[in-house]
């Protein structure tokens, strides 16, 4: 089960032609517009193309790109009924204009708004009632103001009172929404703003774990960079460091969201805590070697396993 915001990112194409009329900002001339669903929903297609599936707890509005989400999961054989489509609630939209080498222009997001009361009540008991087939339970907070403190407590502690195991995904500004998670998966960055550590050596990552495990009080933490490798920090004081696997990667997109899917899917298989890590520590490599919003599929993850470097080398076309 992954629970948390759904989004819909526009991406508009263009080339920048002048200067407007009528303001000192570029004038961009269409060239394509496209869109991928976001949030949780990117989640669910990493689970898939690893093998697996998840199911959705979250809420969009009752409006056309309300409509398209749910269309559009639908058609990938997602299980929507835990989807709320709410009247006055608006769905989250991300609308990117770029040009053809990917320098964005611009960008706009709607207004994040927080359920309340009664809607995030409904979103517990939706959850509820999905748990029963689920292996996990994947808090994901994208800043769109589906994941409350709430929300995250209610569904973790009902999680743990049927023996799933809860991996939270947060922001900088909600990682003690889930001080009840077995595994919280955050990046460099995101820890140095809630320690305020800005050093990068071994020493600063080692106290900077260490702080955030003592900090949010969960069971373990997850700390991931893919170019400086990734280190786990358990609850016993055990630190597991596994080793960068690419040096410079093409592109970081997406690589948070193939992390925490391959760390949840191989906890929910019944993989240890360890091995779990390394295995998402493998998918993020992966994926830093794509463009765009990218996958690592379970073929490209064993081959990954199984090659090592000479892998990773060939993806970026050394």
């Known amino acids: 089960m992954v629970v948390g915001d759904i989004t819909l990112d526009l991406y508009t194409m263009g080339q920048a032609v002048g200067i407007s009329p009528e303001a000192p900002v570029p004038r961009v001339e269409v060239q394509s517009e496209s869109h991928l669903l976001g949030g949780v929903a990117n989640l669910l297609r990493n689970l898939q193309d690893l093998g697996g599936e998840g199911v959705p707890i979250s809420v969009?509005?009752?409006d056309a790109e309300g409509e398209r989400i749910l269309r559009e999961l639908e058609g990938r054989g997602v299980e929507t009924s835990g989807i709320?489509?709410?009247?006055g609630f608006s769905t989250p939209i991300v609308q990117r204009i770029m040009n053809s080498n990917g320098h964005q222009f611009l960008r706009l997001d709607r207004p994040r708004q927080r359920p309340e009361g009664?809607?995030?009540?409904?979103?517990?008991?939706k959850a509820e009632r999905e748990m029963g087939?689920?292996?996990?339970?994947?808090l994901a907070d994208y800043g769109k103001g589906v994941m409350t403190p709430e929300l995250a407590r209610e569904v973790a502690t009902r999680a743990r009172e049927r023996g799933l195991k809860v991996v939270a995904s947060p922001r900088a500004e909600s990682f003690l929404f889930f001080r009840?998670?077995?595994?919280?998966?955050?990046n460099r960055r995101e820890a140095s703003q809630v320690t305020g550590i800005l050093s990068q050596d071994e020493a600063a990552t080692l106290i900077m774990g260490q702080k955030i495990l003592s900090y949010v009080g969960c069971g373990s933490v997850f700390l991931t960079w893919v170019e400086g490798g990734s280190h786990l920090f358990e609850r016993e004081g055990e630190v597991t460091f596994f080793s960068p696997l690419v040096r410079r990667p093409l592109d970081l997109t997406g690589v948070g969201d193939a992390i925490v899917s391959t760390l949840s899917l191989a906890l929910a298989a019944g993989a240890g805590l360890r091995e779990a890590a390394h295995l998402s520590h493998q998918a993020g490599a992966i994926v830093s070697c794509k463009r765009g919003l990218a996958t690592a599929s379970s073929r490209e993850l064993e081959a990954s396993l199984r090659e090592g470097e000479g892998f990773f080398r060939r993806l970026l076309g050394e």
């Open 180 to 186: 009840w998670a077995d595994v919280l998966r955050t």
């Open 84 to 87: 709320l489509v709410e009247e």
């Open 118 to 125: 009664a809607l995030v009540r409904r979103l517990v008991e």
């Open 133 to 138: 087939g689920c292996g996990l339970v994947l």
């Open 60 to 62: 969009v509005g009752k």
